[in-house]
């Protein structure tokens, strides 16, 4: 609708979006420009308070061109809940839970998966490709079953049975790859030049992925936004959803923004400590919190400069503690979310000092805790 171009972050390319294009040719990764004049004309405050609180409210600010091929399961338009015995425990006064764990399939990669799905169908796709951790392979599997899309999906050996279950049911085909999500995500490249459209943590997604920061700015003025860092589209997303309610004069607040990674996987986290631009592939990756094991993040460069530009910090944690904060969230708070989701709370316990006790702080928690179970 109000999609401009593609721009490449790293060398400023521009694409047109009428083709299907998935990075730059430099190898950057390609975000997807609005003409936010037109929007501010077509979207207002007065829209938002006609609608009901869901991902597809914010419409005008998605790329997806016909309203037909819009694939609902009901994602987004999520809780935000006060915590009360952790925020205790720790002397935080205001301290929320962005309980992404709701979504269709139990995890925050249904927004992407939508948009997603969304445009392969405006572009005429039949037959998609995606590697996947599992959590987005679950996700892109319920939405292309009922969009009638063919699906193969490539997941490294270590991912759990039950997300392999979830994407099974939905009638994807399965590929197991030899090594890490990288390796898979080289083989979906291989497979889209034989005519596969491509899913993954390509510019579309994050498109999806940025009403969560639309929702929380909705919810709550935020100081800061903290969230588990994998391949850095959420983060990034975030930033970007908050970033556009300003321009369009909807917000005027810039909540800081906090990437935690797990300790056996630190790329973004250490280019900002080594205060680089440019963030380093890690060569052994080694965490239990699978959905951030992402040795070569595709949009950590981007995930590193909205934690700068935000004025947020990035940091890293063990596994140990993130298995105690996943924990912690169960037992204290009645919320059962995966592991990768106790990366969040870990990194807000270590690093509590920069947490001001009035701060309205926001944890996202990425995914359902039955996404576990081996
Ligand atoms: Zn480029």
């Not at 037909?68 to 952790?86: Q, R």
């Not at 639309?214 to 959420?234: C, F, S």
């Not at 963030?279 to 052994?284: C, D, G, L, N, R």
């Not at 944690?317 to 105690?324: E, Q, S």
Request: glycine residues 10%; proline residues 2%; aromatic residues 6%.
């Amino acid at each position: 609708m109000f999609e401009k171009s593609f721009l490449c972050e790293k060398c400023g390319e521009e694409y047109p979006t009428k083709d299907i294009i998935y990075r730059c040719e430099c190898g950057g990764s390609l975000d997807v420009k609005y003409d936010y004049i037109d929007i501010k004309e077509n979207f207002t405050r007065k829209d938002l308070d006609t609608r009901i609180f869901s991902h597809h409210r914010y419409r005008e600010l998605l790329p997806v061109n016909k309203k037909e091929n819009i694939i609902s399961l009901g994602e987004g338009g999520t809780p935000l809940l006060k915590s009360k015995n952790i925020a205790e425990q720790l002397g935080l006064e205001e301290l929320y839970f962005k309980l992404e764990n709701v979504n269709p399939t139990g995890s925050f990669k249904d927004r992407g998966s939508s948009v997603e799905v969304g445009k392969a169908l405006d572009h005429g796709a039949e037959k998609v490709v995606l590697a996947s951790t599992g959590n987005m392979g679950a996700s892109i599997s319920a939405y292309t079953a009922k969009a009638g899309l063919e699906t193969t999906i490539l997941v490294p050996e270590k991912v759990s049975k039950i997300k392999l279950e979830q994407m099974k049911r939905h009638g994807s085909e399965i590929q197991l790859v030899r090594g890490d999500y990288s390796a898979a995500a080289e083989k979906a490249w291989e497979m889209m030049k034989k005519g596969f459209y491509l899913m993954g943590d390509y510019a579309y997604r994050g498109e999806g992925e940025k009403t969560v920061g639309h929702e929380i700015i909705e919810q709550i003025d935020a100081d800061k936004i903290v969230m588990p860092v994998g391949n850095g589209t959420l983060m990034h997303s975030i930033y970007k959803g908050i970033d556009e309610f300003n321009k369009l004069g909807l917000s005027e607040n810039t909540p800081e923004m906090v990437g935690i990674q797990a300790r056996g996987c630190s790329t973004v986290s250490e280019a900002f400590k080594e205060d680089s631009k440019r963030i380093k592939k890690v060569e052994i990756v080694d965490t239990q919190a699978s959905a951030i094991a992402c040795a070569d993040p595709l949009d950590g460069d981007l995930a590193l400069k909205a934690i700068r530009d935000s004025g947020g910090f990035a940091d890293s944690v063990t596994d140990r503690k993130i298995r105690h904060a996943r924990d912690l969230l169960a037992r204290e708070e009645g919320l059962y979310v995966e592991i990768t989701s106790g990366a969040a709370l870990a990194g807000i316990i270590e690093n509590l000092e920069k947490f001001g006790k009035n701060e309205k702080v926001v944890c996202v928690l990425t995914g359902h805790g039955l996404k576990d179970l081996a």
